[in-house]
């Protein structure tokens, strides 16, 4: 497309498409498109003769692979504010003015500006509609403009071991996300985005905790479940939500350039150079019964180990405690409740847990002294550790303390190890 100033002033152009489809003497052929959905209207802002002696700088940091997120709907139910909120701090060398016209998909130009007043700090709050908005920034007699797509999603929210029941400890939260779209769409020849499996949906907790969403490559528009276990009660807040999208091929914003012979296949296509985390997700709050005992029972499950080979002498054994109920996990447990052993070599654990941000002790006491405990000094994951000289005999290892609440009492056997975590997570295999 060439563009050529007539007068001075500023010019929107809108860019849709029809239908398109492959005909054969009149018959589809199977090959054809839809219309482009109103809201994804394109749009092209021409300023002729403008000038910028006022020197203005948006520091608007989206770009057209950028979307900014809002909640339109959470488990199918509407919310009452339907736009997003986007905060941006605009510089010039003289007094700033902002407005924002309403997407052209369904309005008028130049008949939908919304003014605003700067923040106590100099930024700007604007509220952005579903659709393509434009940002005008004066000064002077200078003006800057910027598109900024907005749009609205459903959030779904699901309690996958209590549904339809309020979020307590321990309970596994499944996120997902409806009318999302891809930040880089495929192009032969210049974009392949997500390969090999690039593409996910990530968010941070209040803490800094990483939450993601499985890697993939097209599709992450329908596959980006994002599953977690809660772990605190109160209020949890999932915050910095964005889209990651690596792509194979040429720097973006390739495609405004090509040429009109187009463009052969990379196929020496590398990783762009760009960042790879786009748009803004919504922030998203759980709100987390504190249910003392089922706070317990997490802390039992959070510590849990992964896998634990005990050796004495040349017998190993590999105990798996992991299982999908406490049932199972019980049995698991009491696959052994006791080694006992008599001159046979040392006696030696190397244990694996299920999260990696734990810390292991380990102590035993002999079976005939129930509460004489002694302590295992420097028991590392994933290391072998030798707990003890075996040549005792008729002494034996154990765990499942009395000092453990008794409202866990479907932990009913002696089984050897106590194995704690740092500072006050408790797990007895």
């Not at 952005?128 to 797509?149: C, D, F, M």
């Not at 985390?277 to 959070?302: G, N």
């Not at 028991?379 to 409202?407: C, F, P, W």
């Amino acid at each position: 497309m060439r563009i050529t100033g007539v007068k001075p002033g500023v010019s929107i152009i809108k860019v849709t498409h029809d239908a398109v489809g492959d005909f054969n003497n009149g018959s589809a052929s199977g090959t054809y498109a839809n219309a482009i959905d109103p809201v994804n209207t394109g749009l092209v802002i021409v300023s002729v003769d403008g000038n910028d002696e006022a020197n203005i700088e948006t520091n608007i940091e989206q770009t057209e692979y950028d979307t900014i997120y809002y909640a339109s709907k959470i488990n199918g139910e509407e919310q009452d504010n339907q736009y997003a909120e986007y905060t941006f701090q605009p510089s010039a060398d003289e007094e700033l003015s902002v407005r924002v016209h309403d997407p052209l998909h369904n309005t008028v130009w130049g008949e939908a500006w919304t003014s605003y007043d700067a923040n106590a700090d100099g930024s700007y709050s604007v509220k952005l509609k579903e659709g393509r908005n434009i940002v005008e920034v004066t000064a002077g007699n200078s003006a800057v403009y910027h598109a900024v797509n907005a749009r609205g999603v459903q959030v779904n929210i699901e309690n996958k071991t209590n549904p339809d029941q309020p979020f307590k400890i321990g309970d596994t939260v499944k996120l997902s996300f409806e009318d999302l779209s891809q930040p880089i769409q495929k192009m032969a020849g210049i974009y392949n985005p997500g390969f090999p499996g690039t593409c996910w949906i990530q968010y941070e907790t209040g803490k800094g905790r990483m939450l993601q969403s499985e890697g993939v490559q097209y599709d992450v528009i329908i596959k980006n479940d994002i599953e977690f276990v809660l772990t605190q009660p109160g209020d949890l807040k999932l915050v910095n939500g964005q889209m990651h999208a690596g792509h194979l091929g040429s720097k973006l914003g390739t495609h405004r350039n090509i040429p009109a012979s187009g463009m052969l296949p990379n196929l020496n296509a590398s990783g762009g150079s760009n960042s790879p985390l786009f748009s803004t997700l919504p922030d998203i709050v759980l709100h987390v019964d504190d249910d003392r005992e089922e706070q317990e029972l997490y802390k039992m499950t959070h510590a849990q180990l992964h896998s634990l080979e005990v050796s004495i002498g040349a017998v190993k054994k590999m105990w798996n405690p992991v299982a999908s109920d406490w049932e199972a996990l019980n049995g698991n447990r009491n696959m052994a409740d006791r080694w006992t052993y008599a001159g046979i070599g040392a006696l030696k654990v190397q244990p694996v847990t299920v999260n990696d941000d734990v810390t292991l002790s380990a102590r035993y006491f002999p079976e005939d002294d129930f509460g004489s405990f002694t302590e295992i000094p420097d028991v590392t994951m994933g290391s072998e550790k030798t707990l003890l000289d075996t040549t005792q005999r008729g002494k034996a290892i154990y765990g499942n303390h009395r000092d453990a609440k008794r409202s866990l009492k479907d932990i009913r056997r002696p089984i050897p190890f106590a194995w704690k975590t740092n500072p006050v997570q408790v797990i007895r295999v």
